[in-house]
C-alpha cells in the first residue's frame, strides 16, 4: 500500500491532467454542454481506484448529457492518464458530480432569507421604540467588566 504523501501526489497529478484533457482534449460535444471543473480527486490507498468529482455549472438537462459524456470518455482518459502518469497500474476511474457548490449555494440563500426574514416590519418597529424610549439602552456595563 502506498503512504499518504504519495496517494495525495497521484490524485494531484490525476486532477491536473483530467481537467487539461477537460479544457482541451476531449472532443464529445456532450461534455461541452455544461461548464466542467474537477474539484477533487480521492485515489484509493493501493492506488487502484480514483474517483473524480467534478462541478458541473448548467441546467439540469446539461448535467445529464454532461457526466454520459464523461462516462463514455472513461476509456479514453484512463488511456491518456496512463501515458501521462507512470504508475505501475492505471487506476479505474470513476466520476461522481459534485454537490457541495450547490449546496453551498443554497445554505448561503438560506442565511440570507432568515435574515430578511428577522428583519420584519414589528421588530423594526419594536427596536424603534426601544431606542427612542431608552437613551441609556446599551450603556450600561456591569461593574465587574469596568475594572479589566
Known sequence: MAND???ARVASLIKREVS???MSEIKDDRVGAGMA????VVVSGDLQHAK???SIYGTDEAKVETMAGLQAATGYIRRELGQRIRLRRTPEILFREDLAVERGTRVLSLINQL???SETPANKLADDAGEVGDESYGTDIPAATEER
Do not use: A, H
Not at 471543473?37 to 477533487?40: C, E, G, L, P
Open 20 to 22: 487539461q484533457m477537460l
Open 5 to 7: 504523501r504519495r496517494v
Open 52 to 54: 473524480i468529482f467534478v
Open 37 to 40: 471543473s474537477v474539484t477533487d
Open 115 to 117: 435574515n430578511v426574514d
